[in-house]
């Protein structure tokens, strides 16, 4: 999803770039933290923590709704329409990510690595039934749970904006009964952990958005938007340093990232015009990409290390043991772990752009010739 400034009368959209390129950091923080404690890039403690990354999505996203569309839903923008161009966004790109997983599920896993997956999982996976698990992780579509969430969340917003005090009565009880569950460890399967941070967090965004709204006038100085976007980044750090995290720290990093969302919305402080540098901005803009199909460069890798090392006379290069998280089956020398790391990387980037100018941007300018215009 790209951060668009509503268009003033007349005028065209403008980006949050820095914003965007936020997301692609984000991006950058979960592909590192699926390799997991291997070498000294994806070993660095913040990135271990790297999963919280995705709530940052969330609060993203439902400030990027509000402001796109809430005020057309509530003054009578077809909802199919919106709910039609949402789903046109995501949905292909997924599928081809569940088509990749699928090819090398009967070519690699099956016959040579004596891998079988169930059928079932591809089900869940296809449909982004995921999102109601109680828990990440299917093969056929890896992060298909996240994509899932985004689409309930925008159902939602379909049915919800321009309610009334109906619906923002909903809203609210939808996130008091996700905070609660996440604070009491109460994940049952159609209202799991995974769809909690998302209706959390998506409501944190709705509400960021509403506060942006009161105070984009206010003229804040340049030096101060630059120490509150330093003071932030320094406090996500040190949030991402501390050790045996879980769900519950999502209520604490929500509100976090919706006070970034908000400085950073302004794009003046010297680090947001740092984010506009062009390596930031085309992260951003494969930031969606780079997170659908990084995991085909930490999966297979993990397979096949070990067969590779042993070939080169190197078992002494390979785990103990069977694990298949990241790329923990291999333990070369940390010089080694990070340099292949730091390829995969490049590889995902690749991968990415790739998927991003074949799928993800022909179905964002198909989208277009969807909807009537906005009334």
């Known amino acids: 999803m790209v951060a668009i400034r509503a268009a003033p009368a007349g005028g065209t959209p403008e980006r949050f770039v820095a914003?965007?390129?936020?997301?692609?950091?984000?991006?950058?923080?979960?592909?590192?933290?699926?390799?997991?404690?291997?070498?000294?890039?994806?070993?660095?403690?913040?990135?271990?923590?790297?999963?919280?990354?995705?709530?940052?999505?969330?609060?993203?996203?439902?400030?990027?709704?509000?402001?796109?569309?809430?005020?057309?839903?509530?003054?009578?923008?077809?909802?199919?329409?919106?709910?039609?161009?949402?789903?046109?966004?995501?949905?292909?790109?997924?599928?081809?990510?569940?088509?990749?997983?699928?090819?090398?599920?009967?070519?690699?896993?099956?016959?040579?690595l004596h891998e079988a997956h169930p059928p079932m999982e591809w089900v869940r996976g296809a449909f982004l039934l995921d999102a109601f698990a109680v828990?990440?992780?299917?093969?056929?579509?890896?992060?298909?749970?996240?994509?899932?969430?985004?689409?309930?969340?925008?159902?939602?917003?379909?049915?919800?904006?321009?309610?009334?005090?109906?619906?923002?009565?909903?809203?609210?009880?939808?996130?008091v009964a996700a905070a609660w569950g996440l604070w009491n460890h109460i994940s049952v399967v159609g209202f799991g952990s995974l769809l909690q941070r998302g209706l959390f967090d998506f409501a944190i965004g709705l509400l960021t958005w509403r506060i942006h709204q009161q105070f984009a006038r206010r003229e804040i100085s340049t030096t101060l938007l630059t120490v509150l976007e330093i003071g932030l980044i320094a406090l996500l750090i040190w949030l991402l340093w501390i050790p045996g995290k879980d769900g519950r720290w999502v209520l604490l990093a929500a509100p976090l990232f919706a006070a970034m969302v908000l400085v950073f919305a302004r794009d003046r402080g010297h680090v947001a015009r740092l984010l506009h540098a062009a390596p930031f901005v085309w992260l951003g803009k494969l930031s969606f990409a780079l997170f659908m199909v990084h995991l085909f460069w930490v999966i297979l890798p993990n397979r096949f290390g070990p067969w590779i090392f042993d070939a080169l006379g190197h078992a002494d290069w390979i785990a103990p043991g069977l694990n298949k998280y990241g790329l923990l089956s291999m333990a070369p020398p940390p010089a080694l772990a990070t340099a292949i790391s730091l390829a995969l990387l490049a590889g995902a980037l690749a991968t990415a752009w790739l998927a991003w100018r074949t799928i993800e941007e022909p179905a964002r300018h198909w989208t277009k010739r969807l909807p009537p215009p906005a009334k």
């Open 135 to 175: 828990g990440a992780g299917n093969f056929y579509a890896p992060v298909s749970w996240a994509v899932g969430v985004e689409m309930v969340l925008y159902a939602l917003a379909a049915l919800l904006f321009g309610r009334g005090a109906v619906a923002i009565a909903v809203a609210a009880m939808l996130a």
């Open 19 to 112: 914003l965007d390129s936020l997301r692609g950091i984000a991006a950058l923080f979960i592909v590192f933290y699926h390799m997991g404690d291997f070498g000294w890039v994806s070993g660095w403690t913040p990135f271990r923590s790297g999963w919280m990354l995705v709530d940052f999505f969330f609060v993203l996203s439902g400030f990027v709704i509000a402001m796109s569309y809430g005020a057309r839903l509530a003054h009578g923008y077809p909802r199919g329409s919106f709910l039609l161009i949402r789903f046109g966004r995501v949905f292909p790109l997924h599928l081809a990510v569940v088509a990749g997983f699928t090819l090398l599920e009967f070519t690699v896993f099956r016959p040579i």
